[in-house]
Nanobody, 121 residues
Framework: QVQLVESGGGLVQAGGSLRLSCAAS????????MAWYRQTPGKQRELVSA???????NYASSVKGRFTISRDNAKNTVYLQMNSLKPEDTAVYYC???????????????WGQGTQVTVSS
């Protein structure tokens, strides 16, 4: 079994910062891409940022220059540093990872339970 556990969400004023963490645990052989998504009520889940195993990154245009994604492969953990937060960043943030559990198995998609980020104006 694999679990992704997020932490670091909360309430912050506009212009403030938060750092999200997501640790993968369980039977894991290899992790390929890791990513952060977010979702607000009534809207589709959207990609915020992703990072490959080698460190290549991409960002949604709405967060570029304000958010930074990073990962620690030894800890199976991905981070999202969020600076200059805006009220429109308010959402539930979900961690996603592409994980191979055993040698010879396939990569599969796993999701965390989500963490709430609320930015007040």
């Amino acid at each position: 079994q694999v679990q992704l556990v997020e932490s670091g969400g909360g309430l912050v004023q506009a212009g403030g910062s938060l750092r999200l963490s997501c640790a993968a645990s369980g039977t894991i052989f290899s992790i390929n891409a890791m990513a952060w998504y977010r979702q607000t009520p009534g809207k589709q889940r959207e990609l915020v940022s992703a990072i490959g195993r080698g460190g290549g990154t991409n960002y949604a245009s709405s967060v570029k220059g304000r958010f930074t994604i990073s990962r620690d492969n030894a800890k199976n953990t991905v981070y999202l540093q969020m600076n200059s937060l805006k009220p429109e960043d308010t959402a539930v943030y979900y961690c996603n990872a592409d994980i191979k559990r055993r040698v010879g198995s396939y990569f599969a998609d796993y999701w965390g339970q989500g963490t709430q980020v609320t930015v007040s104006s």
